[in-house]
Structure formats: structure tokens, C-alpha cells
């Protein structure tokens, strides 16, 4: 079975390709406005399903990985900046104060139906900071395309000061170690792969 990641984020295909497994990827077309009442993990839930699910109809023999990250500050959600001015208004309200990041994961077999799904929570505690160095940090990595405006692989990692999870690769949109255990429930073990 051909190993599919559902999904338009060059960050969750950079994370997959670090466990040395061919996949394909497909762009799911899944409208992500949470519903009426719905809780940060169960948003990320759902909307990590149906992309599995939307992949899975021009992919009727694979395994096919869906996820959805869904970030908190208090009782707001807050997505990707996508310039400056909001980046910058993102990291003064995050500065000094804690947000969770819900990665949802979803594995799904499309020969037989079968789903797996995780909910990896992420505690970011971001540092107090000042306006130059908010400014200087988006100059220099301009993270328009990361919900909460860090990149913690890169430079972004000097604004938190700490972060509590399970798995560190949730943070940044893709829990390989939630991955790896779905994987081998399905029979693929990803440390002795080898290509036919």
C-alpha cells in the first residue's frame, strides 16, 4: 500500500520525509471553519479526518495521513498571520502568556475503512518581549505561514520559554512518534523499511 500525506504544508511534508518512507501527496480540499461550539481539539480532530477521507477517494489502496493543527491564546484561536502587521500583533498578545497548540493526526486505510486518530497538545510559554525584538524576529524569519507567528525549528525557538509535549514534532505540524505507532499498528515498521 502507497503511503499518502494529505496535505499543502511544506512543513508537514519536510517532517515526513525524515522517516525515509515513499509517500505521495495529495492537496485535500476541506473547508476548515470550525463548527458552532466545537473545542480546539475536536476542530483539529474532524478537519484531520476529512482530509484523510478526501484524499481517500482517488486513493482507494493507501495509507493516508491527515492532520490539523488549531492553536489557543485563553479562549481565542488564532491562525496564520500571513503579514507582518498581524504577525506582529500575534506575538504582542502571545508575549509573556501560555498557548496550546491541538495537532490532530489521522492514519487512514483506505482499503479497509480503518481509522486512527490522535489529539498531541502542545503548552508554548513564550518569554515577555519587547517591540524590537517582536520586530527584529519577523524581520529576520517572517513566519506569515505558521499559526502563532514562531517557528520553533528555527529561530522562533528564542521566543518560547519553554514548551511542554509529548512530541516535539507536534509543535510544528506533524507527530512523528503518534505517526510511527499508528504506522506499525498497520504493519509498517518504519526502522526496517526497505524498498521492493
Known amino acids: 500500500m502507497k503511503l499518502v500525506?494529505?496535505?499543502?504544508?511544506r512543513y508537514r511534508r519536510e517532517l515526513l520525509a525524515r522517516l525515509?518512507?515513499?509517500?505521495?501527496?495529495?492537496?485535500?480540499?476541506v473547508d476548515?471553519?470550525?463548527?458552532?461550539?466545537?473545542?480546539?481539539?475536536?476542530?483539529?480532530?474532524?478537519?484531520?479526518?476529512?482530509?484523510?477521507?478526501a484524499a481517500a477517494a482517488t486513493c482507494p489502496d493507501a495509507l493516508i495521513i491527515g492532520s490539523d493543527q488549531v492553536l489557543m491564546l485563553g479562549d481565542a484561536q488564532l491562525g496564520k498571520p500571513g503579514n507582518f502587521d498581524n504577525a506582529f500583533a500575534q506575538l504582542?498578545?502571545?508575549?509573556?502568556?501560555?498557548?496550546?497548540?491541538?495537532?490532530?493526526?489521522?492514519?487512514?486505510n483506505s482499503r479497509t475503512g480503518q481509522a486512527q486518530t490522535r489529539d498531541v497538545?502542545?503548552?508554548?510559554?513564550?518569554?515577555?518581549?519587547t517591540d524590537a525584538?517582536?520586530?527584529?524576529?519577523?524581520?529576520?524569519?517572517?513566519?506569515?505561514?505558521?499559526?502563532?507567528?514562531?517557528?520553533?525549528?528555527?529561530?522562533?525557538i528564542a521566543l518560547m520559554a519553554r514548551m511542554e509535549s509529548t512530541d516535539p514534532t507536534a509543535l510544528i505540524g506533524l507527530p512523528l512518534?503518534?505517526?510511527?505507532?499508528?504506522?506499525?499498528?498497520?504493519?509498517?515498521?518504519?526502522?526496517?523499511?526497505?524498498?521492493?
Open 20 to 29: 525515509h518512507l515513499p509517500f505521495e501527496v495529495l492537496a485535500p480540499a
Open 92 to 108: 504582542k498578545k502571545m508575549q509573556g502568556r501560555e498557548m496550546v497548540f491541538h495537532t490532530a493526526l489521522t492514519l487512514l
Open 177 to 196: 512518534m503518534a505517526l510511527t505507532d499508528m504506522l506499525m499498528h498497520e504493519g509498517v515498521d518504519v526502522l526496517t523499511w526497505q524498498a521492493a
Open 133 to 156: 525584538q517582536i520586530e527584529a524576529y519577523l524581520r529576520k524569519e517572517q513566519p506569515y505561514d505558521c499559526a502563532g507567528s514562531a517557528k520553533s525549528e528555527s529561530l522562533g
Open 5 to 9: 500525506l494529505a496535505s499543502t504544508s
Open 121 to 129: 497538545p502542545t503548552a508554548v510559554h513564550i518569554r515577555p518581549l
Open 32 to 53: 476548515e471553519t470550525p463548527l458552532p461550539g466545537e473545542s480546539p481539539s475536536a476542530t483539529a480532530l474532524r478537519l484531520s479526518v476529512l482530509k484523510a477521507q
